[in-house]
């Protein structure tokens, strides 16, 4: 029997079976499609990666826009939480088992048969501990992968999980090529091949990432017509936005990852389009529980407590803008009306630091990207910190450097953001708050916290799952690991000369069916 899988029973833990026929449609927000297939795309983009090996990638939402220029999935997720064929043209759910049958003739950019070994290969990679790859706990519940032919894929479960196909749409189940992973060794990062629609060219740190057209590639748009429809995309690392905005008014780039308002509010109506998409951008304060000062609780509750969200919310996004108390916000099914960010009382928080320093005050750190509007919400924030007793110093750190000292948690505090929603919460929760997430910058080591995830991803009923991430958010709100911020809006913005852009469920781009008109 074939199972579709909805969102509401993607929610409820339900593993798809689907045999479907034909070739994979891209989903997500989509601008027109139709015209002519060539030009080079050039995008500005404010997050150069430290790495395009998906196994290793840590930077969850980001990372993705470029990944997918060069690697597939086995399968795609919509935005309504079903699943769509990618590399796999169908697959069938078992007792504890996975099987996924694979496309004829799939290769890799290099021209190494894309098959079941290889697939067998890349997920194993994941898997196993030696390659201490961050995406291995998406992978947890799978005892074994094995080969059944040429095309045909089983994975066996220790247990039932409800979230595998899930972590299989994204970077866990991006196949890459063994002969280029043997090749390269440890620089396969540098050097990505996988099956996308477009191939590697050349990555010039600190300047500019070149893909060009996959002429192999095995997806076709819905008229017929062979993809990617691109001659080359060439993603730009800009980090200042009013270099960004300046470019797509002069047609250098012809789209943009992100944009403050205040910059896309210059654009010019008639050669720019902006788009609501419902992608939001949740900025936030990684507090480092490990070391003083934030490994005392009331420092940290008065940390929380002298923040004036708002404020901030304005100086970073004009009005575009939302408050909540953590990433999830009334539209989202794990939300509860009865989750409160803490009260802005910078009295209290000043008393607090007073007490819990006997009176010597609070020094702190506070580190930032070296991109807008970043270094303006750090002012702002010192100045609030600064009126309850924090003695704040402020450094201001490429994306690289930012991410080194995060991950050998040598900080005090530091300004992040991630792109939400995340069509399961435990893709946004999960990496950040668990004692072995591989973005628990914190430091984080909460046993119950660690329980309530743990049973949210494995529990298949709905009505549970809400109740245990409406009691993680408590926790989280209770404890003040971080301090959640605003909801910046981030809207598609491009010229009006491309068309075919795709957005995934989670925001980031697909440009397979992008051309420029």
């Excluded at 074939?2 to 026929?21: D, E, I």
């Excluded at 419902?278 to 990684?286: D, E, F, I, M, T």
């Excluded at 792109?419 to 708050?433: A, G, H, K, Q, W």
Aim: charged share 25%; proline share 5%.
């Amino acid at each position: 029997m074939t199972l579709a899988v909805t969102r509401r029973s993607l929610l409820a833990g339900t593993l798809a079976t689907a045999a479907v026929p034909g070739l994979a449609a891209c989903t997500g927000f989509s601008s027109t499609d139709g015209g002519a297939a060539d030009g080079t795309l050039t995008v500005g983009f404010d997050n150069e990666p430290l790495t395009l090996d998906p196994a290793v990638s840590a930077s969850i939402s980001s990372d993705r826009n470029l990944l997918n220029l060069f690697y597939d999935t086995l399968l795609r997720q919509r935005d309504d939480g079903t699943f769509e064929p990618a590399l796999a043209r169908y697959w069938q759910v078992g007792d504890r088992s996975v099987t996924f049958v694979l496309r004829k003739g799939l290769k890799f950019h290099d021209g190494t048969a894309l098959d079941a070994a290889s697939v067998v290969s890349s997920l194993e990679r994941i898997m196993n501990s030696a390659s201490k790859s961050p995406k291995a706990g998406a992978l947890s519940s799978v005892a074994s992968v094995k080969a059944d032919d040429a095309r045909t894929v089983t994975l066996t479960l220790r247990q039932d999980d409800p979230l595998l196909l899930v972590n299989l749409a994204h970077e866990p189940g991006m196949i890459v090529s063994p002969t280029a992973l043997q090749e390269h060794g440890g620089a396969f990062g540098r050097n990505p091949v996988g099956s996308g629609p477009f191939v590697f060219q050349e990555w010039r740190a600190g300047d500019r990432l070149t893909g060009t057209r996959n002429d192999a590639y095995w997806d076709i748009s819905a008229e017929g017509a062979e993809l990617p429809r691109l001659d080359a995309v060439t993603f730009r690392f800009i980090t200042e936005a009013s270099a960004a905005r300046a470019e797509l008014a002069s047609g250098g780039i012809q789209l943009v990852r992100a944009l403050p308002p205040k910059e896309y509010a210059q654009l010019p109506g008639g050669s720019v389009v902006v788009k609501e998409n419902g992608v939001r951008r949740a900025y936030y304060v990684s507090l480092n529980v490990t070391r003083p000062p934030f490994d005392d609780p009331d420092i940290r509750s008065a940390f929380a407590q002298a923040v004036d969200r708002k404020v901030i919310g304005n100086t970073a996004a004009k009005n575009s803008f939302d408050l909540a108390p953590t990433f999830a916000a009334a539209s989202d099914w794990f939300y509860d009306e009865s989750l409160a960010a803490p009260s802005f009382d910078p009295e209290e928080a000043r008393r607090k630091v007073t007490e819990a320093s006997a009176g010597r005050g609070v020094a702190v750190t506070l580190l930032t990207r070296r991109r807008a509007p970043d270094p303006a919400i750090a002012e702002v924030l010192r100045g609030q910190l600064e009126k309850a007793g924090f003695t704040v110093k402020v450094e201001t750190l490429g994306l690289q450097r930012m991410i080194e000292r995060l991950a050998r948690q040598d900080f005090d505090a530091g300004i992040l953001v991630i792109d939400i929603p995340r069509l399961d919460p435990s893709l946004t929760f999960n990496p950040y708050f668990t004692s072995a997430g591989p973005n628990n910058w914190s430091g984080v080591k909460d046993a119950r916290l660690d329980g309530l995830l743990e049973r949210a991803v494995s529990t298949g009923d709905t009505r549970e799952r809400k109740r245990l991430y409406v009691q993680v958010q408590k926790r989280l709100l209770e404890k003040n690991y971080w301090v959640f911020l605003h909801q910046a809006r981030s809207p598609l913005i491009h010229s009006a000369t491309l068309k075919g852009v795709v957005l995934n469920t989670d925001g980031q781009v697909r440009l397979e069916r992008a051309y420029l008109a």
